[in-house]
């Protein structure tokens, strides 16, 4: 008797947990409640590899906790998440890459599990939907000036690599399936990220740029892989049992390319046409997804025309082919990553962000964007950098009318550093983008330093001095101070007459064209015998002043935060670079 109502109270549980799963919401309303999306980018994702030999097995597990912060972002937090959430995003994809925290079995470490859970929590916790992937473990290969590999991604659109690594792969996402499969329907899991072919050509197998050696087989053999690492994707999460029987399940096309063709280059589209939808034991669970970066530097005409092609090319290729809803989980434009559309074509790149986003409602595509709107020092700060376009992307979904909250820095004086270091080769304090964003280019850093070089005893030691450079260590840069501009090296003893142990607080300005540059690579210095203590920016505030009508319609009007004002009232704004007044 007790056996037999053990077994009934089992076979309870069992019929639950089924109910439970299948009342999860289907894949195609999954995609219409996402609404908008953004993605968490440089952040769990972010690797640094010191060993990039698979053959190697310090090639699995290089990096601790650290590796989140390795790219530039602060460790993300529950705050951050709640400030989007007041922003208008609906939904967060959180790219996350394992094998830097692997050992060579493909356990994975269970600090980095547990961190990664705690990421998912905070989004979750927040009623967003959340994209949870396997991110840069596909990508690139990259190598030095001499050939030398510096970057592998273990997981390729290759039949070889499919056989060796088909046990690690679905061994992984056992154990995320495993971590997560009691979690509701507003976390869906994601397969894979940009997978590439061995060669690592983007856009479509064996591509190069005069389209010449394209080959047909292995081509078809790159993308049968693609399919291949699906099914086992939704085989292995299916197999965890709990939730995932029914989880919203989504897998990517080729380099998650969303088509196109190139006059008679039609290649591009094969991505699209020879994806297999796995065979799933739910039905109208799985989601496909595609990336969009198409440049805007032909205007906003051509932009839009672009953009048309797209989805409606996505409509015919994959919706209404393979009948399965898609999300865009990864747009921008060709130079979102760094930041010159922004910069140079800012009412250009708005304006394509609107279209983009209510095109994508039209279609019933969820769209997330990639990733910038709050960046670097911004997300510590709980603060906005591109706040008008973070207004204009969740307002392009939710509707004119939107009231969300797009809190900014202040663009006022501003201690940046603050401390003792000492400058010398290889050394230098860097000041990201981010800081300059917003800023009027007047605006100027006040450096306050010790010449110190008399501990030097080599004579040819005993000199101090600064150069500035951009953050990419591309250009050495000038700069204006005491009245003189400086094409090489800041002296301080050539410029005050000063020695060793005397202390000074220098005013450097840029031209307008290196400081809109630093809105987009950042600044650096480096010198030799120089201690820093304290960096200030200052915004200027002896520019020119003009005055408008209160009421006035001037789409390039800015409040002093940097948020960009469509009908501003009485106040003060930036315009075009000038403070203004409006009365």
């Not at 609404?35 to 440089?42: I, Q, R």
């Not at 009691?182 to 197998?205: I, R, V």
């Not at 805007?296 to 953009?307: D, N």
């Not at 910038?372 to 973070?390: E, I, T």
Request: charged share 20%; net charge negative; aromatic share 12%.
């Amino acid at each position: 008797m007790k056996k037999r109502l053990t077994i009934i109270f089992a076979l309870l549980l069992t019929i639950g947990s089924t109910a439970k799963a299948e009342n999860f919401e289907s894949a195609t309303d999954a995609v219409k409640n996402m609404g908008v999306g953004w993605n968490l980018g440089n952040t769990l994702d972010a690797n640094n590899q010191t060993v990039s030999d698979i053959t190697n097995d310090a090639y699995w597990g290089q990096q601790g906790l650290e590796s989140e912060t390795c790219w530039g972002q602060p460790f993300a937090t529950q705050e951050f998440i709640q400030m989007m959430k007041k922003a208008g995003f609906t939904a967060i994809r959180v790219p996350v890459t394992w094998y830097n925290h692997m050992d060579k079995d493909g356990n994975v470490s269970e600090e980095w599990m547990k961190r990664v859970k705690e990421v998912v929590d905070y989004v979750i916790s927040e009623g967003l939907y959340c994209i949870l992937n396997v991110h840069h473990d596909t990508g690139a290969d990259s190598k030095d000036a001499s050939g030398k590999l510096t970057g592998y991604h273990w997981i390729k659109a290759d039949a070889d690599n499919y056989t060796t690594n088909k046990e690690k792969y679905v061994g992984l996402w056992k154990q995320i399936a495993e971590t997560f499969k009691d979690y509701g329907q507003t976390l869906l899991f994601e397969g894979y990220n940009e997978m590439l072919d061995a060669n690592s050509c983007w856009n479509y197998p064996t591509w190069y740029a005069d389209g010449k050696n394209y080959d047909a087989a292995y081509a078809k053999k790159s993308l049968e892989t693609i399919n291949s690492y699906a099914q086992s994707f939704v085989s292995a999460v299916r197999g965890t049992g709990g939730n995932n029987t029914t989880r919203n399940l989504i897998v990517n096309t080729y380099a998650a390319t969303s088509g196109g063709a190139w006059g008679n280059n039609t290649h591009p589209q094969e991505p699209l046409e020879q994806l297999v939808l796995p065979t799933d034991v739910a039905k109208n669970h799985l989601i496909v997804e595609v990336h969009s970066y198409p440049s805007i530097t032909s205007g906003i005409s051509s932009a839009k025309s672009g953009l048309d092609w797209t989805f409606n090319n996505l409509k015919e290729k994959l919706i209404d082919r393979l009948n399965v809803p898609v999300i865009i989980g990864e747009w921008g434009t060709s130079n979102v990553d760094n930041g010159s559309d922004y910069i140079d074509r800012r009412e250009t790149m708005i304006a394509f962000c609107e279209y983009f986003v209510k095109l994508g409602k039209k279609y019933n595509i969820a769209t997330f964007y990639w990733m910038g709107l709050s960046d670097g020092k911004a997300r510590s700060q709980l603060v906005f950098n591109q706040p008008d376009l973070a207004e204009t992307i969740t307002k392009a979904y939710h509707g004119a009318n939107y009231e969300g909250e797009y809190p900014t820095a202040e663009t006022g004086d501003g201690v940046v550093f603050e401390g003792e270091q000492m400058l010398e080769w290889g050394t230098a304090i860097n000041l990201t983008a981010d800081l300059f964003t917003n800023l009027d280019n007047t605006a100027t850093v006040d450096i306050t330093y010790v010449q110190q070089y008399d501990q030097y005893e080599k004579e040819d030691d005993q000199y101090g001095m600064m150069q500035f450079w951009y953050n990419d260590w591309s250009t050495k840069i000038d700069v204006m101070a005491e009245g003189n501009t400086y094409h090489a090296d800041f002296v301080p003893a050539d410029v005050y007459g000063t020695g060793s142990g005397t202390e000074h607080t220098t005013t450097f300005s840029f031209d307008a064209s290196t400081f809109n540059n630093m809105k987009k690579k950042g600044l650096l210095f480096q010198g030799h015998g120089i201690v820093v203590k304290k960096v200030v920016l200052k915004t200027n505030t002896g520019i020119s002043s003009a005055v408008f009508k209160a009421g006035c319609q001037d789409a390039a009007i800015y409040n002093l935060s940097g948020q960009r004002i469509v009908s501003p009232q009485k106040g003060i704004y930036i315009q075009n670079g000038k403070k203004i007044i409006i009365k």
